[in-house]
């Protein structure tokens, strides 16, 4: 075996080369793929950053307003409305409030926990034209963002009878006449219990109306409305002179004395007044007549 001699030409010897054998690679060739290997691995590392650095710049998503928000970032929430106060009136409430702090996408009103009305967000004061007089409403004002809402305290509130003169005569009332007088009768009932049935003669309010007897008897007639009064005269045949029905007037006045909210509106509960029969002499009869003092009370 030879002995190794170094050139001059090299600053360092040679290495020397092991012996070969099956399996076992030269050491040159050991020395290159430990660099492969090492090399592999850095391009792979540093393929791994660049795909987490994309991945976690494009999960970002773009709000509505075109600005990037990263999706779990929590969405802002806005408080909720303040100092909600309100002021009544028979047929309409004004809610007013301190507009909530921060940019809310909308405001909703409620009443009685129904959803009422949806508004502007900038917008401080509402008016409730739907309510009715002598009724309890409770309100809340919400603020919405993003989905997500808060809700004020709620505020209650009572709105104030209206005049009676602005109640609605409607309905089937039951009607106690009492006998104040009479004359030219050979025999008279006394006090008379009975129901009259009222039908305006408008869609909503105070106005004229068709009167008749619920009982079936044959007497109707139109009442004309001034304020919480109404009057009118109709014909009748309730009286009789021997087997033959005599005819005669009636006259009615009527005064609106309470009202209440029934059935979504404004109408009159209880009324007074008069009911006058008179029966001219006819058919061999002398002249006859009654008064009667009014009582009615709804009922239906």
Request: glycine letters at 8%; one cysteine or more.
């Amino acid at each position: 075996m030879q002995t190794p001699t170094r050139s001059s030409d090299l600053p360092y010897p040679p290495e020397p080369v092991a012996p070969s054998g099956p399996g076992r690679p030269p050491r040159r060739s050991r020395v290159a793929l430990v660099a492969g290997l090492v090399a592999f691995m850095l391009i792979a590392a540093l393929l791994i950053v660049i795909l987490v650095t994309g991945s976690e710049e494009g999960s970002s998503v773009r709000s509505p307003r075109g600005v990037d928000v990263d999706p779990d970032e929590p969405r802002p929430v806005v408080a909720p409305p303040t100092s909600v106060e309100a002021s009544a009136r028979p047929f309409a409430v004004m809610l007013q409030w301190a507009a909530p702090e921060g940019d809310a996408d909308r405001l909703v009103v409620y009443r009685d926990g129904d959803r009422l009305a949806p508004l502007e967000p900038n917008r401080t004061r509402f008016v409730d034209d739907s309510v009715l007089p002598a009724v309890r409403y409770t309100y809340v004002i919400e603020a919405v963002v993003g989905g997500k809402a808060s809700k004020s305290d709620a505020i209650r509130v009572k709105t104030p009878p209206a005049p009676l003169g602005m109640a609605r005569l409607d309905g089937t009332f039951t009607v106690d006449l009492r006998d104040t007088s009479h004359y030219g009768f050979s025999s008279f009932p006394g006090d008379i219990q009975s129901g009259w049935r009222f039908k305006p003669k408008c869609r909503r309010g105070a106005c004229d109306v068709t009167w008749k007897d619920a009982q079936g008897v044959a007497l109707a007639g139109v009442l004309e409305n001034t304020g919480p009064r109404y009057e009118g005269t109709a014909t009748t045949r309730l009286a009789s002179c021997g087997d033959v029905r005599g005819s005669g007037t009636v006259t009615v006045e009527i005064e609106v004395v309470k009202a209440a909210t029934v059935r979504d509106a404004w109408r009159a509960t209880k009324i007074v007044g008069t009911f006058i029969e008179r029966f001219p002499a006819q058919l061999g009869c002398v002249a006859s007549g009654a008064d009667y003092q009014v009582t009615g009370t709804l009922i239906a």
